[in-house]
């Protein structure tokens, strides 16, 4: 079993930067591959950013260039670093782990499949 809980969002404007978290928790946790998820207003979630337990890391076209993530494994804690933010990043942004392989392949499909473990989410807001 593994629980998730993001902390980090806010409201920027556009350019800005912002840095999320992702506490992991659960025996198991460090052996899953995680990944950002972010649901804009009125529209599907989509998938942001990935790393797997190897430190291997991808990213959507929309956002590479741009957000960068990390795994501090003894702490536990995913990180996506954002900067120039623009307007249509805004989006509730979620944490989410599972197996790697399988499934997890599919995370840039639109929407991502079901991972086995998501955070409550944190929101990100950025005016222009």
């Known amino acids: 079993q593994v629980q998730l809980e993001e902390s980090g969002g806010g409201s920027v404007e556009d350019g800005g930067s912002l840095r999320l978290s992702c506490v992991a928790s659960g025996a198991s946790a460090p052996n899953y591959c995680m990944g950002w998820f972010r649901q804009p207003p009125g529209k599907e979630r989509e998938g942001v950013a990935a790393?797997?337990?190897?430190?291997?890391?991808s990213y959507a076209d929309s956002v590479k260039g741009r957000f960068s993530v990390h795994r501090n494994s003894a702490k536990n804690t995913l990180y996506l670093y954002m900067r120039y933010l623009k307007p249509e990043d805004t989006a509730m942004y979620y944490c989410?782990?599972?197996?790697?392989?399988?499934?997890?392949?599919?995370?840039?499909?639109?929407?991502?499949?079901?991972?086995?473990?998501w955070g409550q989410g944190t929101q990100v807001t950025v005016s222009s």
């Open positions: 989410a782990a599972d197996l790697c392989g399988g499934n997890w392949n599919r995370y840039l499909e639109t929407p991502p499949p079901d991972f086995g473990y």
């Open positions: 790393i797997d337990i190897t430190g291997m890391t």
